[in-house]
T-cell receptor, first 113, second 115 residues
Framework: GENVEQHPSTLSVQEGDSAVIKCTYS??????FPWYKQELGKRPQLIID?????GEKKDQRIAVTLNKTAKHFSLHITETQPEDSAVYFC????????????FGAGTRLAVHP | KAGVTQTPRYLIKTRGQQVTLSCSPI?????VSWYQQTPGQGLQFLFE???????NKGNFPGRFSGRQFSNSRSEMNVSTLELGDSALYLC??????????????FGEGSRLTVL
């Protein structure tokens, strides 16, 4: 069935370091891959997304890469700051279109000053 | 513009009871999705409604149901509550263009505790 695996489950870095979170999806028909950030007690918010016709996308300190052959996609955060501390969720669209997303279990990122 | 609004924000029920949660989407959004969030499980898709029709359904038992009204507001209902239903229930809205999944805008959620 549809599945998204996300690693690591927790990640601790020093301020200024880079952080990388990796996800693997199961269904090759998935074509949309968003990343959501959820701060403690708050709602998930989209930080970046990528579609299957693109291999990489950047937005300031955040980048996402997609390898369709391996069914992998990754989130890269450079020059981390304490405000980057949150839980990050990757997701893959379920085949058939519409708005069904399959989420990974989340990565808790802690950025230490 | 106003964001996605969910009510109630917190509620406590006992096993066997039923509960109804409400979601008002962003104005102009016709798609409303519901997700269950539990620690360590991420977000699990429940169902999605578009123009009052259920377009997608997740792998939850029939005790979980939903509906959407003509003004795009949505409700979800859980009957015969079990302890394992304790979770944060998140609603998300989007434009819902056919064939093109896009950004979901989440509400703050309804936290359900079943005793």
């Amino acid at each position: 069935g549809e599945n998204v695996e996300q690693h690591p489950s927790t990640l601790s870095v020093q301020e200024g370091d880079s952080a990388v979170i990796k996800c693997t999806y199961s269904d090759s028909a998935s074509n949309y891959f968003p990343w959501y950030k959820q701060e403690l007690g708050k709602r998930p918010q989209l930080i970046i997304d990528i579609r299957s016709n693109v291999g990489e996308k950047k937005d300031q300190r955040i980048a996402v890469t997609l390898n369709k052959t391996a069914k992998h996609f990754s989130l890269h955060i450079t020059e981390t700051q304490p405000e980057d501390s949150a839980v990050y969720f990757c997701a893959a669209s379920a085949p058939g279109g519409y708005n069904k997303l399959i989420f990974g279990a989340g990565t808790r990122l802690a950025v230490h000053p | 513009k106003a964001g996605v609004t969910q009510t109630p924000r917190y509620l406590i029920k006992t096993r066997g009871q039923q509960v109804t949660l409400s979601c008002s989407p962003i104005s102009g959004h016709r798609s409303v999705s519901w997700y269950q969030q539990t620690p360590g499980q991420g977000l699990q898709f429940l169902f999605e409604y578009f123009s009052e029709t259920q377009r997608n359904k997740g792998n939850f038992p029939g005790r979980f149901s939903g509906r959407q009204f003509s003004n795009s507001r949505s409700e979800m209902n859980v009957s015969t509550l079990e302890l394992g239903d304790s979770a944060l229930y998140l609603c998300a809205s989007s434009f819902g263009d056919r064939g093109r999944t896009g950004e979901l805008f989440f509400g703050e959620g309804s936290r359900l505790t079943v005793l």
